[in-house]
């Protein structure tokens, strides 16, 4: 079965800094996808970022971008330029080639201060 | 286009009373999943559906949970008798599924209703 790890329950960081979120998955397949979502306090899921396995060059979504090592099972998220509204729990998710379903790690809580 | 609807978007009701929760996928997704979210257990899949199909609900708690999916428009999760422990957001998300749309880079992607708030006393 997949599982996926987040091993950082919470972390900060000063507005307009760099923060590195960490997530590690197993899974026997090879094909699969990755994702990482936002929740901020009003309990909306937004997708922030999406990877496919099967692509070796790393998503970019503006100021989030993702480190994925396929060898080493990791998946980290980095956000740039930290804002206020970045502040949430964030949540790295897998989902396997053929079921379309996800599969959710504990959750980052992130505080970004002023 | 609307998103994903759920309704009612909180709920407080009496131990021992029905529960219904009730979802609108994003129109021309095949896939329906319901997503519960505690402090203990995090969010867990508890079933999913595909063309109006269960298609897995090995997540659901128990015998008192209980989801349906009548035509792809509309699914409900009802919980009867509920339970203190029950109380948690529950959300429902689609997508259209594994294999998206091959015209969409994104096609596989899960999207998430606002979720509803149930608390039981």
């Known amino acids: 079965a997949q599982t996926v790890t987040q091993s950082q329950p919470e972390m900060s960081v000063q507005e307009a800094e760099t923060v590195t979120l960490s997530c590690t998955y197993d899974?026997?397949?090879?094909?699969?996808?990755l994702f990482w979502y936002k929740q901020p306090p009003s309990r909306q899921m937004i997708l922030v970022i999406r990877?496919?396995?099967?692509?070796?060059q790393n998503a970019t979504e503006n100021r989030f971008s993702v480190n994925f090592q396929k060898a080493a099972k990791s998946f980290s998220l980095k956000i740039s330029d930290s804002q206020l509204g970045d502040t949430a729990m964030y949540f790295c998710?897998?989902?396997?080639?053929?079921?379309?379903?996800?599969?959710f790690g504990q959750g980052t809580t992130l505080q970004v201060k002023p | 286009d609307a998103g994903v609807i759920q309704s009612p978007r909180h709920e407080v009701t009496e131990m021992g009373q029905e529960v219904t929760l009730r979802c609108k996928p994003i129109?021309?997704?095949?896939?329906l999943f319901w997503y519960r979210q505690t402090m203990m257990r995090g969010l867990e899949l508890l079933i999913y559906?595909?063309?109006?199909?269960?298609?897995?609900d090995s997540g659901m708690p128990e015998d008192r949970f209980s989801a349906k999916m009548p035509n792809a428009s509309f699914s409900t999760l009802k919980i009867q008798p509920s339970e203190p422990r029950d109380s948690a957001v529950y959300f429902c998300?689609?997508?259209?599924?594994?294999?998206?749309?091959?015209?969409?880079?994104?096609?596989?992607?899960?999207?998430f209703g606002e979720g509803s708030w149930l608390t039981v006393v």
């Open positions: 998300a689609s997508s259209l599924g594994p294999y998206g749309d091959n015209r969409v880079s994104a096609g596989n992607t899960i999207y």
């Open positions: 899974t026997s397949e090879n094909n699969y996808y």
């Open positions: 990877q496919e396995a099967y692509k070796q």
């Open positions: 998710a897998f989902m396997g080639g053929n079921t379309g379903k996800l599969i």
């Open positions: 129109s021309g997704h095949d896939y």
């Open positions: 559906f595909n063309n109006n199909v269960p298609i897995d």
